[in-house]
Structures are given as C-alpha cells and as structure tokens.
C-alpha cells in the first residue's frame, strides 16, 4: 500500500512541478502507467487493459508480452513516452513557496 501512496504522490508533485494549471488526462494515465509498469507488472497490465480499451485479445496479448521481454538499456532505449514527457512537461521547477537568495558572484 505504501508503494502506491508513494507512485501517487510522485505523480502529484510531477504535475505541481510542472507549473501548469492543466494537464491533459492522457499524460496523467501514461505516467500512472509507466510508474505501474515498474512496479507491479501485475497491477499495470490490470489498468492498462481498462486505460487503453485493448479492441482484440491479440493487442492485449502483444502487450503481456512486451512485458516479459527483457527491459532495454539506457544505450538502446528509445521510448516515445519518455520523448513525450519531455515535451509535455517541462524541466522540475522549485515549488512555490519563498524565493530562492541570489548568490553574489564569486560566492557559493
């Protein structure tokens, strides 16, 4: 239960982070997704096939078995959620509160 309390809470602060008073639902369910995926297989293939409304049993067949191909490297990666993310969210950002001190230059 906690690991869910906490892949929520990732979620949330992503999206506070991210500056915007909107985000479209698309973006939230690929992220609930890819957070799931890495964490229960099980639990994300559940949402997946109620998210993504598989048409036929063959979609939701090559989707388990994506699954249990080995995950790809950094080096061989090329994910369009993550070239998704980039796009859609902007880099973290502080979260509101005070501002940050100006440092002099020449201070640390």
Request: charge should be negative.
């Amino acid at each position: 239960m906690g690991s869910i309390d906490k892949l929520v809470q990732d979620i949330e602060a992503t999206l506070v982070d991210s500056g915007r008073a909107e985000m479209p639902s698309e973006t939230i369910g690929e992220m609930v997704m890819e957070r799931l995926k890495k964490l229960d297989r099980v639990a994300y293939i559940r949402y997946a096939s109620v998210y993504r409304d598989f048409k036929d049993i063959e979609t939701f067949k090559e989707e388990i078995e994506s699954l249990l191909e080995p995950p790809q490297t950094a080096d061989d990666a090329s994910s369009q959620l993550s070239f998704l993310e980039e796009q859609v969210l902007p880099a973290r950002r502080r979260r509101r509160g005070r501002p940050q001190k100006a440092s002099l230059p020449g201070s640390p």
